[in-house]
């Protein structure tokens, strides 16, 4: 018995890092799934790995059309859409406020947080229709306290925390939760990216991040995908039934504060 037999789930960024962690853990807990990303030649090798119960579609998750897409993707081949993890995501500009140009700040918006709102709004209808359903997207512990990321990224993380609650509030009497999770350092690529490294160099360099991250975490060890992958199949599961509206800190104890030194 899988933890997700029967359900059907849409994973945005599925192609890296957190994404491809849960796109592996919802395909093996039995559920079927469309992979949404940029990355087609990653999405695609994923898929084809995972055989015929996972999708890839090219998805560009800032654009409206698109979402829908891969949403509609999910329900004409499976029936039904009981996931929808609005999880793509990309490290946003960093800099002081003064250089923060127009141009980054609306893309880190639209691929943030329009994001997230489009595949609520999308998925939204569905999961009425059927009574059920569970949205889940990726925040960051960057959208609750300052100083994890740049200005950009922060304020998206926030806002995403918020449109969770807001749309908790509207689809509860449906039926359909919609809840959030905020990652602390995780060794991924995005991450890789944050702190200098290129994207290849970030994949290559894990015991770099794994360090950088031991340092700064009370756990004294970084995230590692599948950690948030596992939140995340608590959430899309039946075993999270009564919370919604949750932001779920998975974080290692950032946000607890300083290091204890005493
Ligand atoms: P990652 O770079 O490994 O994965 C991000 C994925 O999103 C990639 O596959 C990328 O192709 C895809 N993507 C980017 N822009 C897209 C777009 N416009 N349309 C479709 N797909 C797009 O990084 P990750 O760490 O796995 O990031 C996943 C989520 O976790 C992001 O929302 C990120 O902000 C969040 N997060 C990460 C950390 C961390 O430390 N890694 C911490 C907190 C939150």
Known sequence: MGRLDNKVAVITGGASGIGEASVRLFAREGAKLVIADLQDERGRRLAEELGSQVI????????????????DLALSMFGRLDCMFNNAGIPG????????????????????????????KHAAPIMKRQGSGSIVSTASVAGMQSGFAGHAYSAAKAAVINLTRSVATELGESGVRVNCICPGGVATPIFGRAIGLDAEDAERSAGTMLMALANIQPLQRAGVPGDIANAALWLASDESSFV???????????????????
Not at 244 to 262: E, F, K, Q, S, Y
Request: charged share 15%; aromatic share 6%.
């Open 56 to 71: 890839f579609q090219h998805t560009d998750v800032s654009q409206e059309a698109d979402v829908q897409e891969a949403i």
């Open 93 to 120: 500009p960093g800099g002081p406020i003064e250089n923060l140009a127009v141009e980054g700040w609306d893309n880190a918006m639209a691929v943030l947080v329009r994001s997230a709102y489009l595949g609520m």
């Open 244 to 262: 919604n509206g949750h932001a779920l800190v998975v974080d290692g104890g950032i946000t607890c504060g300083p290091m204890w030194t005493a």
